[in-house]
């Protein structure tokens, strides 16, 4: 049973349709009082009531009243407080806690761009609890009869849920099949305007505009696509929840929700909603944290830098292993040793044009006698030792910024952590973008060239590594999906490759010859069609 919240009752005055001055502001509704709220009633009883007065205003105290509302709505959302550097007080709470607020990507947007973009409207309660993920449908169906179920596979403090497919949902299954093996896009979206939420269908719609790279007809879609799942969540899952669990591999619906939460990510990407997508991408990581099978903390360490949430970050890289498998730290995995340098960077006195690395940097790291020491240690020392261990990131790094790489580069250590291959790709080609400031780039050519020059003793490093999973399992991840480059695939060049079959042409029972009144009273039966000649 859903746990019931206490809502505020409406007095039988205000059950009428509101007045004239009803204001409403981020969905809490006030009223302008004209006389003291602590009156006694039974005065206000006494005396006649007065005549509501129509409020005149210009087109200044109009724009002016907007101003003061969309200031009372950013103090609400405030920004949160930059950190001045990355070793601060830590907050409290589970790394992969969620905030309702901050899936709204219009409440970024209008943060972002001090307009007043968001309407308010009167959310029911259904939809401010079950439907975070598409705030903007507010005026959809309650309910779809062909949606999924939601099963609780196992109980106890992390609950591990699945998605099965409802027999109202298995009985559109041979009419959605016959539409997808014509290989025709028409006949596809033909069964969508028939059965507009149904999920594998608007999952091919999706794909089909990605392949074109129309990200607005995408969004549209997911945004229908994330409705119907929330409509099927178990009463006891909450996205906001970080110890729910919905494992992959357990049903092709979880396959396909994990996928559609990706595809989210990327496109609130690609607008330039980064908070918004760092939110989902703990949604994502929260699904499987020890598994990680879509790679989602490649997502959270890129996003978390976008949106400079450098503390959360470095909560991130502390904490994550110890909370999720009990041992062990993230500064041993590649990707983030390198960026915690980054951060350590971007959070001190001179982000752009940060100090040249000197030579006093062996020292201090030869210095540091247990491991935990890098997070007070200097941005040069995590930077010398990241390029000691993971040489190769390195060299990518300057590639990619089109900086000269030096011929003797150090050798790579086998840290038995798994094959890095993989990881790197996917690293050069999401935050690569974050390194190409003129200053950063030439600092990490600096350390680059210092350590080439004398390689570090790693003996006593080796020994402190601890990741407590292989790299290994981010092997088969596509780098091209943590990519921010339009890919487009012209049907004409698929054809042309032989990638796809064009359709066969659907032959109609009706000769095109006919009368034309014969013809037209022939078409009024559903199951008559024309055989048009072909081209």
Request: some cysteine; hydrophobic content about 40%.
């Amino acid at each position: 049973m859903q746990s019931q919240q206490s809502q505020p009752v409406a007095s039988p005055a205000h059950s009428q349709s509101p007045p004239d001055h009803f204001v409403v502001k981020r969905n809490k509704f006030s009223f302008e009082q004209t006389e003291d709220s602590d009156s006694d009633p039974r005065e206000e009883s006494k005396s006649p009531p007065k005549p509501v007065q129509p409020v005149k205003s210009t087109e200044k105290e109009e724009i002016k009243t907007e101003e003061e509302d969309l200031a009372a709505i950013l103090r609400d959302f405030g920004p949160e407080k930059q950190v001045e550097g990355p070793v601060s007080q830590p907050s409290t709470g589970p790394l992969l806690r969620k905030e309702a607020k901050h899936f709204n990507s219009d409440w970024e947007i209008s943060k972002k761009f001090k307009t007043a973009t968001v309407q308010s409207r009167t959310h029911s309660t259904r939809t401010l609890k079950r439907t975070l993920l598409t705030p903007n449908a507010w005026n959809w169906p309650a309910s779809v009869e062909y949606a999924l179920e939601m099963e609780m596979v196992s109980g106890g403090s992390q609950p591990v849920f699945c998605f099965q497919a409802s027999r109202s949902y298995l009985k559109l299954q041979s009419d959605y099949m016959s539409s997808v093996e014509t290989n025709d896009p028409q006949s596809l979206f033909h069964f969508l305007q028939a059965h507009p939420f149904h999920l594998e269908a608007l999952f091919q719609g999706c794909l089909f505009y990605l392949l074109q790279s129309n990200y607005e007809q995408t969004a549209l879609l997911l945004e229908r696509l994330l409705y119907v799942f929330q409509l099927s969540f178990h009463h006891q899952f909450s996205i906001l929840s970080p110890d729910i669990r919905l494992i992959l591999s357990d049903s092709l619906y979880n396959r396909l929700f994990c996928e559609s939460l990706f595809m989210h990510v990327d496109i609130l990407g690609r607008k330039g909603c980064s908070r918004t997508a760092l939110e989902v991408s703990k949604l994502l990581l929260s699904l499987d944290p020890g598994q990680d099978p879509m790679g989602s903390l490649f997502l959270l360490e890129y996003f978390s830098l976008r949106c400079k949430k450098y503390e959360y970050f470095c909560r991130l890289v502390r904490e994550f292993c110890g909370e999720v498998h009990g041992h062990g730290s993230l500064i041993w995995m590649p990707n983030y040793i390198y960026s915690f340098a980054l951060v350590k960077v971007l959070t001190g006195a001179q982000p752009d044009r940060p100090a040249p690395v000197s030579t006093q940097t062996r020292a201090d790291l030869a210095a540091i006698r247990d491991w935990k020491g890098l997070f007070s240690a200097s941005a040069d020392v995590v930077l010398a030792l990241a390029i000691s261990l993971y040489p190769d990131f390195a060299c990518r790094l300057l590639q990619r910024l089109a900086k000269s790489v030096p011929a003797n580069m150090p050798p790579q250590a086998d840290l038995g952590i798994g094959n890095m291959t993989n990881t790197a790709l996917i690293y050069t080609e999401r935050c690569g973008d974050l390194w190409k400031g003129e200053g950063i780039s030439a600092w990490l050519q600096a350390g680059f060239s210092l350590c080439a020059q004398e390689p570090q003793d790693l003996g006593l490093w080796k020994g402190w590594v601890d990741l407590p999973f292989s790299l290994d399992r981010y092997s088969g991840l596509d780098k091209g999906r943590f990519s921010e480059t339009v890919h487009t695939a012209v049907p004409e060049e698929l054809l042309a490759a032989g990638a796809v079959q064009r359709p066969a042409r659907i032959r109609g029972n009706l000769s095109a010859h006919m009368h034309p009144l014969l013809l037209y009273l022939a078409l009024l039966l559903p199951w008559n069609s024309v055989d048009f000649p072909a081209d």
